[in-house]
């Protein structure tokens, strides 16, 4: 489940507060991405899915028909249902790549979610000290890696931790009083990790700092300042979260500039009704100034958001969980997935029988 916002109580230096530079020439979108951690169980459990024209099809299919080319699973370490653990991801992967679609890997580092307002230690880690994760961090982003690559399905991109916009792998991992120290640690074991399994696997450090040209900059200096290398700078944009496009667009612009390194959003998504499926209240219920919450107000903001970040000069844009539709059964807590509901039924791209909206693409 998405958390609302948590920033960061920081002090901000001056510097961190200049207007952002110029925007780079647009390009294309290479990364056209979809989050699909919960189809696995929901296919599992039976759920269908349907195209525009009302055919049951894979939903890979579906969303490769829409203009997919990258697909973005989780993984969580040891989850109490199972779902997302290794063997499930190593599982899934080999039907991605079948489709012929790239893959990218998000690591959380824990047993259920991270986000900005939580970062749970594995419980197999819990009493690890800052030494002890460094090396928990490498050798199980190393075995992960190492695993998809044996089978044949390397990972095109791993993301090192998620949404970590104070950190990960609290409370050793926490930057506190700007302090990158710890966290730089773990960050440059994942990286080396990574580059040791395969050195052509883009690495990419997530926040969901698109809110704020400051955060972002606070964020992504304090990791550059201790050494930390990483591919591609990763971004979460949900407009009732983190605030109009075009405030996104300069933040994308800034990071690619100020780093020299391509950017993408690795998480968007829009409700398409603010009307709810199931027992389990949902995480957004508003929509944004200009789109309404319809199959035709989901798409026109995935659009925009779209052409706001191809013109800013990111390189990709993942939809966030568009199949996560109400499936009994597919619940949002891992430690009771069977009853605990889901928060997205009204942001995913299918409708509560399953049925696509026909009119939402991703497009170069």
């Known amino acids: 489940m998405k958390a609302a916002l948590l920033m960061a109580a920081v002090a901000l230096p001056a510097s961190l507060l200049t207007t952002p530079t110029t925007a780079t020439a647009a390009g294309t979108l290479s990364m056209l991405g979809a989050d699909v951690s919960t189809a696995q169980r929901a296919l599992d459990l039976g759920a269908k899915y349907y195209d525009a024209s009302g055919t049951a099809k894979d939903p890979l299919d579906i969303l490769k028909g829409l203009g997919v080319n990258y697909v973005r699973l989780r993984v969580w370490n040891n989850p109490a249902s199972g779902y997302n653990n290794k063997a499930k991801v190593l599982a899934y ?168 390194k391509d950017v993408v959003i690795a998480e968007t998504a829009y409700p398409f009704t603010s009307a709810n499926a199931d027992s389990t209240g949902n995480s957004i219920t508003s929509g944004c100034s200009g789109y309404a919450l319809s199959w035709q107000g989901q798409a026109a903001n995935f659009t925009a958001v779209q052409n706001t970040a191809r013109n800013a000069g990111a390189i990709g844009v993942f939809y966030w969980e568009p199949t996560w539709y109400a499936v009994p059964g597919n619940g949002w807590d891992p430690a009771d997935i069977n009853n605990s509901g889901n928060g997205w039924d009204n942001m995913a791209i299918f409708n509560w029988t399953g049925q696509v909206n026909p009119n939402i693409k991703w497009t170069p």
Not at 115 to 121: A, F, R
Not at 122 to 142: C, E, F, K, R
Not at 160 to 174: A, C, F, Q, T
Not at 192 to 215: E, L, P, Q, Y
């Open 93 to 260: 992967a080999k039907q991605v790549k079948a489709k012929g679609l790239k893959l990218l890997v998000d690591f959380h580092y824990s047993d259920t979610w991270a986000d900005p307002g939580k970062q749970y230690k594995p419980a197999a880690w819990s009493g690890h000290n800052i030494n002890q994760l460094q090396t928990d961090v490498y050798n199980y982003t190393y075995d992960v890696c190492n695993s998809l690559k044996s089978q044949g399905t390397t990972p095109d991109s791993v993301q090192i931790g998620n949404e970590i916009n104070v950190g990960m792998l609290w409370d050793e991992g926490k930057v506190v009083n700007n302090d990158f120290t710890n966290l730089s640690l773990l960050l440059k074991s994942g990286y080396n990790a990574t580059k040791a399994c395969n050195s052509g696997t883009k690495v990419i450090i997530h926040t969901a700092n698109s809110d704020s040209d400051a955060h972002a900059r606070w964020f992504y200096d304090g990791i550059k300042a201790k050494g930390v290398s990483w591919d591609i700078t990763g971004l979460s944009y949900y407009c009732p979260w983190h605030g109009t496009l075009a405030n996104m667009g300069s933040v994308v612009s800034d990071m690619k500039s100020r780093y020299g």
